[in-house]
């Protein structure tokens, strides 16, 4: 499966650019992108579109507000009804707001679903 891109704009992890395969994203991990952060989808607690302006309440860098601002008033001027924000919070209350298309949002979406029904599918088989 291809992997499909995954801008993140803010929130706790660095802003970069990242990946989302079959169940997984692969985020940047430290600001020079020499790490990287595999999270899987079933550390996904809450997913949902959003407001582009909301990344600037999760932006951490008060020196980036600014710059981070101007970007999204560009995004939201050039965004398509193929291009998606959304907010995403983890098992371990990190969060980070990203930019994709429609495509891959509904994939992992997808991913969720089919990895919560497995999960609840094993555990009425082991009772």
């Known amino acids: 499966m291809a992997m499909s891109k995954v801008n993140i704009l803010a929130g706790d992890f660095p802003r970069g650019t990242g990946y989302f395969t079959f169940r997984n994203f692969t985020l940047p991990g430290d600001q020079d992108h020499y790490?990287?952060?595999?999270?899987?989808?079933?550390?996904?607690?809450?997913?949902?579109?959003?407001?582009?302006k909301m990344a600037l309440l999760l932006n951490k860098d008060p020196a980036l507000a600014e710059e981070l601002q101007l970007e999204l008033e560009e995004k939201m001027k050039l965004a398509d009804d193929h291009e998606i924000?959304?907010?995403?919070?983890?098992?371990?209350?990190r969060r980070f707001i990203a930019e994709t298309d429609d495509?891959?949002?509904h994939k992992i979406k997808k991913s969720m679903k089919e990895s919560a029904s497995q999960e609840n599918s094993s555990i009425v088989s082991s009772a």
């Open 85 to 93: 924000f959304f907010m995403v919070r983890l098992a371990d209350q």
């Open 103 to 105: 495509v891959t949002f």
């Open 35 to 52: 790490l990287c952060e595999t999270v899987s989808v079933t550390q996904i607690e809450f997913i949902n579109t959003a407001n582009p």
